[in-house]
């Protein structure tokens, strides 16, 4: 039994019950696995306090820069293309929405595709929607520097950016519409809708 992403969650904000934490802390400790996707989740979770406190800084708006992917850049034949379930969603999650004080106007989403996770926050502020994420591989070793993310509004390619070194990725000023975030890995391309 490895740590699921809800369990990582609440072990990190302090909600487990004390025998619970005592396990799990045991087994952080014996278990590489669940250290490594601890420490992406603890990083994920800095990085959300962080960015929510100040702008987003040179390097992230760099990033954010408009790429327009060339006409070509359709399907390879042979690509696996997957559909990501979403396995979390904080505003279907009253106790927890309520626990995280003032987060009820920020929605916590987590997709899952094949082994990875992708940890979506969005946030209103100053009356634009902004996104920030990470994807997380189940094993580490499979962090890849080559993914690239783009956000789609009714199917249509709206913005990409590459994600930087911890699979992070930002968009602001969020377009309303049907959105749907599409992750282009190396031989995978995973899909999936966010609802907001
Ligand atoms: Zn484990």
Redesign the pocket.
């Known amino acids: 039994?490895?740590?699921s992403p809800e369990t990582a969650l609440d072990f990190l904000e302090g909600r487990l019950e004390n025998g619970q934490e005592t396990l799990w802390k045991q087994?952080?400790e014996v278990?590489g696995?669940?250290s490594a996707y601890l420490s992406g989740w603890k990083q994920f979770l800095t990085t959300i306090k962080r960015s929510h406190l100040k702008s987003p800084t040179e390097q992230t708006l760099e990033r954010a820069v408009h790429i327009y992917p060339p006409e070509s850049e359709e399907l390879v034949p042979g690509l696996r293309c997957v559909l990501a379930a979403v396995i979390f969603d904080s505003f279907l999650e009253p106790d927890l929405a309520g626990a995280r004080g003032a987060s009820t106007d920020m929605r916590q989403l987590i997709l899952q595709a094949e082994e990875f996770d992708i940890h979506v926050q969005i946030w209103d502020e100053g009356g634009q929607k902004q996104m920030l994420g990470q994807m997380l591989p189940r094993n580490p070793e499979h962090l890849t520097a080559t993914a690239w993310f783009h956000l789609l509004r009714n199917g249509k390619r709206m913005e990409s950016m590459a994600a930087d070194e911890l699979g992070e990725f930002h968009f602001s000023d969020l377009p309303e519409g049907a959105l749907s975030l599409q992750v282009d890995l190396p031989n995978l391309t995973i899909i999936g809708a966010l609802n907001v």
Request: aromatic share 0%.
């Open positions: 039994m490895h740590l087994h952080v278990c696995r669940c």
